[in-house]
């Protein structure tokens, strides 16, 4: 890759396998708009684009400071024998940022760079966005425009689209696919080695009786997809409690969940596995009211027929080393023992 081209992945930042290019605004004004998923949480990926230690390992600089303020720049340099400041260094301007979020970066060439090139860049502008779809996952997006028009116009446009596309690879090549896939290929398989059978979890109450529950997995849509049977209730009597469905969601790649719930109430997801021994899910429903109510849900695994759910209220609960508001036993049964049948309320 050239130095033209280097100047400018660098202005431009990540990229996708596809761009749309929206429509065009009048006069000069054109955008490219690149987006992929990145396997890696929100907070990672910001990283990579908002801290020099991120910026040296995902753009394949040599060396990256940053004054993460609006009226701010980053400044990245390509020679590790360089210094920052000279004049082959590269300065992207902050136009502005949403921490987390949103960074824009006005593009710029070093002093070294021929006056086309600076003043190609001088006209463009990226905007660099991060959506977080699991807690693994994120949508990575970023629009460059430019202004310039005539010949430079066009070879602006391409060199934009054709540097975004490079730093893709580069971001994503910062992050360890292989072990993200191997962790979502583990949420799944074990998931799957719970269909068969049912399975059925008794607690005593504090003040009396026994609250009962009975899960059942099984395959749909050939394989694709598992579906989830809840039923709950105490020693008089269970009632249906949701239907969840478990499955590799296509965009983000993650193990994702959609629970339909009593009420109209509706819970989604992600599980991944911790180790070989837990399984985590980030529970979070909203209500037909419109509130909402996040959990989190530890499995341990204890194969090949019993696990241990532990559910907390609320995300940092267990790593604040809080009791969770509920802990079940779940055994594997090949039939139902009395008292797990489903049965309608009394009196209807």
Aim: net charge negative; hydrophobic share 45%.
């Amino acid at each position: 890759m050239n130095s033209i081209q280097l100047t400018l992945c660098a202005t431009a930042a990540l990229a996708a396998p596809q761009s749309v290019a929206p429509p065009q605004s009048p006069a000069a004004l054109r955008s490219v708009r690149h987006s992929a998923i990145v396997h890696a949480a929100a907070a990672e990926v910001w990283s990579a684009v908002a801290t020099p230690q991120g910026v040296v390992r995902a753009w394949g600089v040599a060396q990256a400071d940053l004054d993460l303020r609006i009226g701010g720049a980053l400044r990245t340099h390509h020679d590790i024998a360089g210094v920052l400041g000279d004049e082959r260094t590269v300065v992207h301007p902050i136009m502005a940022l949403e921490p987390g979020a949103m960074l824009s970066l006005r593009g710029t060439a070093p002093h070294s760079a021929a006056p086309r090139v600076r003043e190609m860049l001088a006209q463009s502008w990226t905007v660099i966005t991060i959506e977080p779809l699991a807690p693994h996952r994120a949508r990575l997006s970023i629009c460059g425009t430019s202004t310039a028009d005539g010949e430079d116009g066009e070879t602006a446009f391409e060199l934009l689209d054709s540097g975004n596309r490079w730093m893709l690879d580069a971001i994503r090549g910062a992050f360890d696919v292989d072990a993200e896939r191997a962790q979502v290929a583990h949420a799944w398989t074990t998931l799957s080695t719970w269909v068969g059978g049912e399975w059925i979890s008794e607690q005593a109450r504090a003040g009396g009786g026994v609250t009962r529950s009975r899960v059942r997995l099984t395959p749909i849509v050939s394989g694709v997809f598992l579906l989830e049977e809840s039923w709950l209730g105490d020693e008089r009597r269970l009632k249906r409690n949701a239907h969840t469905v478990y499955g590799i969601d296509p965009e983000s790649g993650a193990v994702e969940f959609w629970s339909f719930e009593p009420g109209g109430a509706m819970a989604r997801g992600s599980v991944r596995s911790e180790g070989a021994t837990q399984l985590l899910l980030d529970w979070r429903t909203a209500n037909a009211n419109g509130a909402f109510e996040e959990l989190e849900c530890v499995f341990d695994l204890a194969p090949p027929d019993e696990h241990r759910l532990r559910i907390y209220a609320g995300p940092g609960v267990r790593a604040a080393g809080q009791a969770p508001a509920l802990d079940l036993l779940y055994r594997r049964v090949a039939s139902l023992p009395a008292g797990f049948e489903e049965r309608a309320e009394e009196g209807k």
